[in-house]
């Protein structure tokens, strides 16, 4: 996956969801936001798989489009910790809302939120891929 024109032609094949690779792939936010927005206008979830266990690689890919991440390495209690911090809104986490995106995504975002507020239903999906035990 490396265009929009190929992101697009994913909601054609019936896929409910893609990843977009930013650990072993070149995809920087900026790319990461044209395919996940090209993937949302073919009813296709978009997923980020991270570089990194960092708030920066959570945060920008999050605001970017992703609507689950897949966060690969993860090897301690705290780190996990450290990935809902980065993640999740408060009262659970400390991200912050950016005003990068559309109104369109703003006014999805306030009703999902509100939803969410409600329901307790998660916005997001984080994937933790654990390869390790945690040590206590």
């Known amino acids: 996956l490396g265009s929009t024109t190929a992101a697009n032609l994913i909601g054609y094949t019936g ?4 990843i977009i ?17 090209a993937m949302e206008m073919n009813n296709v979830v978009p997923f980020a798989r ?11 890919n999050l605001d970017a489009g992703a609507q689950g991440l897949i966060i690969p390495n993860v090897k301690t209690i705290e780190e ?4 809902v911090r980065y ?16 109104q369109e995504q703003i006014d999805w975002f306030a009703s999902e939120m ?8 998660p916005i997001f999906v984080f994937c933790h891929q ?3 035990t945690f040590d206590q």
Do not use: W
């Open 114 to 121: 509100e939803k969410a507020s409600k329901t307790g239903k």
């Open 80 to 83: 996990a910790k450290d990935i």
């Open 130 to 132: 654990m390869r390790n």
């Open 15 to 18: 896929l409910d969801y893609a």
């Open 21 to 37: 690779d930013c650990e072993h792939g070149p995809f920087e936010p900026e790319t990461v936001q044209e395919l996940a927005h």
């Open 50 to 60: 991270v570089k990194e266990i960092s708030r920066p690689a959570i945060l920008k």
């Open 87 to 102: 993640g999740k809104f408060r009262p659970v986490g400390e991200r912050g809302v950016a005003a990068t995106v559309s």
